[in-house]
């Protein structure tokens, strides 16, 4: 099983960004698929889920109306748009898969089956 994470880099206040998490090694179908965060001195947090099998989507108070997460099973890559970013949006993001929890975990921090290794954002004023 390999998540593995693109697209993250520097912008400024308001700009976007779009994350790539390419998965391989499982049926990217019938699974909960999505990202969390970690910035500096804080704990990880989920940000945004969706689950393949019919796109329904979860994603975090703080970037509702400015992040969207779609996903391609033809390509097995879930994306995550990013518009209007904040400094406080700065942080490593990493995608992550759970196979039968679905997205009603995402917020707890728990039962994560898979993880990628990160991609770094910086937002700066």
């Known amino acids: 099983v390999q998540l593995v994470e693109s697209g993250g880099g520097s912008v400024q206040v308001g700009g976007s960004l779009r994350l790539s998490c390419a998965a391989s090694?499982?049926?990217?179908?019938?699974?909960?698929i999505g990202w969390f965060r970690q910035a500096p001195g804080k704990e990880r947090e989920g940000v945004s889920c969706?689950?393949?099998?019919?796109?329904?989507?979860v994603s975090a108070d703080s970037v509702k109306g400015r992040f969207t997460i779609t996903s391609d099973n033809a390509t097995n890559i879930a994306y995550l748009q990013m518009n209007d970013l904040k400094p406080e949006d700065t942080a490593v993001y990493y995608c992550?898969?759970?196979?039968?929890?679905?997205?009603?975990?995402?917020?707890?921090?728990?039962?994560?089956?898979?993880w990628g290794k990160g991609t770094p954002v910086t937002v700066s004023s």
């Open positions: 090694g499982f049926t990217f179908e019938e699974i909960a």
């Open positions: 992550a898969t759970t196979f039968s929890r679905g997205c009603g975990i995402w917020f707890g921090n728990y039962g994560i089956d898979y």
């Open positions: 969706i689950r393949t099998i019919d796109g329904r989507t």
